[in-house]
């Protein structure tokens, strides 16, 4: 039996699991990095925490033209194979919170220094500073890999990690893709995701700088479409915080197909419209409504509101008629933010869009047009939510790459 010869392009998340896990199965590996070292997002990833993985996976918290696709790539290497892959390679993991699991270090650059020591130790040889320029292959020569300093290199298989287009100084860029289309493969749509959100109203700049805990719910086309809860922060270009990251792939993808997208903004998602009307009139007083409206929110935000519903900020709370209330409990529990223009991607954690996943082999990653090429990680047309998802695909969709790719050719 051949020892296969693998060639790994890109030292992020999903190319050191599918180095490593080659390496062991006995293939000869070499890994090409365009960077200095191994995981640069991964090294950033979390807050520098590196948010590893979810104890909650699912499809559903995944996009693409087929999200279910990762139910075959978990079905092959699942949460439980990634944690005992990490365990081999020393690095325990911990929840932190809603099943989000971190290095137990709670230190990014831990998993890039287990990573690196286990691709070493698996026997791979690495090449940083070696951008990938021109992938070829043919029936004899099979796969021909050139690289921008003009190298050539041979190799029976090639496994394409480059990654998204996210994030250009973390090596971020659509080299990945023009390689996939080089060998036949397409591309769809790219679109940036987990990323702030441009909103329409620059009027909203007045409440720059505040942060609150809503509910926003994405309306597509008129349909209700995504929907999260957690903190926004008002920006001077629309609003970011982790609430607007969960919905803005649904949102940045509805725009780029030209659909109508609406964001619905609920400053009070604790409580029912009628809940609300009867807390507002049992702090209705003398005091001037403005007054009386900055002692439940952050001071800017009564008065944003009330200028859009001509409410004078000067009228005493107990004079507002049962009508502007009810108004009052609309704008709160549901003011209509329209978005903008996509945000760019040098800001969004990740590209969605990418190789459509009906090119692959779900039970291995293998390009259905290319014997032996794979195509793994963010680069295949899946993206995930927030909450270490997307590292988790990588993990996944590398190791699974990795080991099939390794299979002896006789
Ligand atoms: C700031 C930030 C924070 C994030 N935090 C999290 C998080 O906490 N949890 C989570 O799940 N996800 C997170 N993500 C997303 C996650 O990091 C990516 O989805 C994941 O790294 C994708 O893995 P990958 O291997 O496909 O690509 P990458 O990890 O991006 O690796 C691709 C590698 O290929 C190299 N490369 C590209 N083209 C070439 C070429 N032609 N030749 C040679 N090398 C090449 C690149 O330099 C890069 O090192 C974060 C992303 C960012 C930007």
Redesign the pocket.
Known sequence: MKKKKIAV???????AAAAINAAREGAEVVV????ESL????A???NGL??ISNLEISYKNYNGDNPRFVQNIFGRFSLESTRSFFLSLGLPWRERQQGRLYPYSLQARTVCDVLLDGVIRAGCEIKFH???ESISYSKNDKFTIITAGKEKYLFDSVIL????K??AG????D??YH?AISLGHSVTELVPAIVPLNIHDKSLRRLEGIKWDVALTAIIDGKKKDFSTGEILFTKYGISGPVTLDISGTVNRALTSNKTAEIHLDLFPDFSHEQLLTFIKSISDDRTIIKTLETVLKKRMPEFFLSHLKIAPSRKANSIKESELLQLVDIFKGHILVPGEPRPFAEA??TSGGVPVSEVYPNSCESKIVNGLYI????LDID?DCG?????F?WSS?AVAGRAASKPSS
């Open positions: 392009v890109g030292a992020g998340a999903a190319g090409f990095e365009k960077q995981g640069r997002k991964i950033a990833s979390g590196c948010n070696r951008c990938v990690a480059c990654g998204g996210s994030f973390l090596g971020g860029s080299r990945g390689l954690v990740v793994v990680g963010e680069l995930g270490g998802y997307n590292l988790q990588a590398g």
